[in-house]
């Protein structure tokens, strides 16, 4: 929902009654438990479809967690003493991450067939007589491209087969960076550095087309990226200082999971998420590291189910913020989500509803959600579309939206309160 009108231009939702809702898990939320006689766990990435997830229990060995076999040990390099798990390919099948050896740290490669597999150096590692060291951190979707940095070289790199390591460089003006994820075919990578224009670290996005581009950060606080996306769209990590996990899309920009999943239904009680570490190829589950009644356990959160942004009614399109559909944890109920105003002296939301085909049908579902930008609705008969618009603290709505010949959409007869278009920065 882009505001240039006060408040939203609201892109619209299609949502279709005689259509299920396409949800892959419900809402939920649970802990992975210990490795045996261990009192602690680090979840650090899952597979594509959630099913397997990876991460380092009992503060010093790689586990593989599955819902039928629980978390297994990974076991360390022939010289190895201690194992971290940091990704997992799409399958499941490959794990990367790395292993402390007496030759100092080194990236792995594990699969069931040949267990875990020195990576080595960078290219020109030792050439210079320091002692290198690497961390393998995220791995691509089909499991041949694993990336991760080097040091005291402090810049990214990309591992592949055939070609060995490859530095990424840095963002601009930058003096360090370390890639902590990959997409799914290992062209997006995202991580954290410095450039001399920051106080701070700040996560970044690489591509080959556009370089390293910083994702930003809230105020007061560093950012980190540790996982993206299979189409590299959303990302995961931390905001620090005091820790806590993020979620970044362009849509959404940067936000605080400990207060962007109570939004959403999700209950928190007893939990602070200090850290996302990673998330599954449709964006929709995410796992990482908090502390659970004075315990640092690991975590995993399912999202509803989204749709991408929608057109408007009669076929244009609206960039922004999407409205988006899910099921309720309610059987039958539907869910809307949608992102802040850009208002910010809006303090509520208004939720309209209409006859798909009729695209002037839309009269008020909920005159005002408290300020909550999510609403549960019971599904009414035929196929429907919905409207999100906020409202100030002055008694007016902002915009409708505005249809693709660029004029207003028209109120509903029967409006919840007068509208009034004025300039949203």
Sequence with gaps: MKATQRGFVVTPLFFLMCLAVPVAHAQSFSG??????????????????????VGTANGNRA????????????GTLPDGTDSFASDVSDDGSVVIGT?????????????????MVNLGLPLDGGGDGEAYNTYGVAVSGDGGVVAGFSDPINDAFCWTVAGGMEDLGTMTGG?????????ADGSTVVGRGGTSGFTGVRAFRWTSAGGMVSLGTLPGKS???YGVSGNGQVVVGVL????????????????????YLPSLGINLTGWTL??????????????????????????????????????????????GMPLMVGESSIPGDLELLWGP?????????????????????????????????????????????????PLSPDGAEGSYGTGSNGIQRPPSATGCRPQVFTGCQ
């Design 240 to 259: 620090s200082s005091p820790d806590t996990a993020m979620l970044w899309t362009s849509s959404l920009g940067m936000v605080d999971l400990n207060t």
């Design 32 to 53: 992975l438990g210990f490795l045996p006689g261990g009192t602690q766990s680090t979840a650090s990435r899952v597979s594509r479809d959630g099913s397997v997830i």
């Design 99 to 115: 292993c402390y050896t007496s030759a100092g740290a080194r990236a792995f490669r594990w699969t069931s067939a040949g267990g």
């Design 274 to 319: 200090t850290r996302a570490n990673g998330v599954s190829g449709d964006g929709r589950t995410l796992v990482g590291t908090g502390t659970h009644n004075g315990l640092t356990e690991a975590w995993v959160a399912h999202l509803p189910s989204p749709t991408a942004a929608g057109g408007v009614p009669d076929g244009g399109e609206v960039p």
């Design 63 to 74: 586990f593989r967690w599955t819902s039928a076999g629980g978390m297994v040990n990974l």
């Design 341 to 389: 105003s850009c208002q910010s002296s809006d303090t509520d939301y208004a939720v309209y509803e209409g006859l798909l085909g009729n695209f002037t049908s839309h009269a008020p579902r909920l005159c005002g959600t408290a300020g909550a930008t999510s609403a549960t609705l019971t599904l009414a008969s035929g196929n429907r579309y919905y409207l999100v618009v």
């Design 223 to 225: 950012s980190h990226a």
């Design 175 to 183: 003096t360090s960076s370390h890639g902590t994820g990959v997409s």
